[in-house]
């Protein structure tokens, strides 16, 4: 999928677990892994609005476009 | 009070006792066409209806059968998936196999036309069901996967 999430890259920025951000965001870790694996179809804005605040982030440093090769 | 899970017992029982009548008549079929129609092993009809019959259990038992799995899988809650799909395809090509065999015997007894004209229009409900199933898997999968 040309959408990559930056999950991972925030969290270690952040020094912050899996387990703690899915608490904070109120999604399940399943969820979280779901979004972390890029297995995801869609994201809320809900989910992504709770995301940003967690990680006090802009969601362009969670989601990044790449052209498919 | 009436529920979706006491309609879904029923329709599993009116399931086992069709899959029960159908082995009666597999077993009885022969005397059936005797008593009831009149129609001895030395009439003409007699080999052919009988031909009809057993060519016509077989689909129909099989049929049974996968509507059975295809319950116990919607009885489970695993109603929109790959295997409930494949039941249902499974049951409208059935149906449409029932369909060319009374089609052949249409030949022989006009009646069998009208049977096999509706066992295609139970086939393409059929079909049409499975496409809606096909969709809505779709639709499950993306919102499972919707964060």
Known sequence: MAIIIN???MLAKRKMSSGELAERVGITPANLSILKTGKAKAVRFSTLNALCKA????PGDILEYREDE | MWNSSRSLLLTRILTAVLFVLLIAAAVFM???MHDYLGVNDRHALYSRLLALVYASLVPAAAMLVVLWRLLGNIAAERVFTESNIRLLRILSWGSFAV???YGVFGFYFITAFMIAAFAVFLGLVLRVIKNVFQHALE????????V
């Open chain 2, 99 to 101: 369909a060319a065999i």
């Open chain 1, 7 to 9: 999950v991972d890259v």
């Open chain 2, 139 to 146: 639709i499950k999968t993306e919102n499972d996967f919707t």
């Open chain 2, 30 to 32: 022969p005397r059936l």
């Open chain 1, 55 to 58: 990680l006090d982030c802009q």
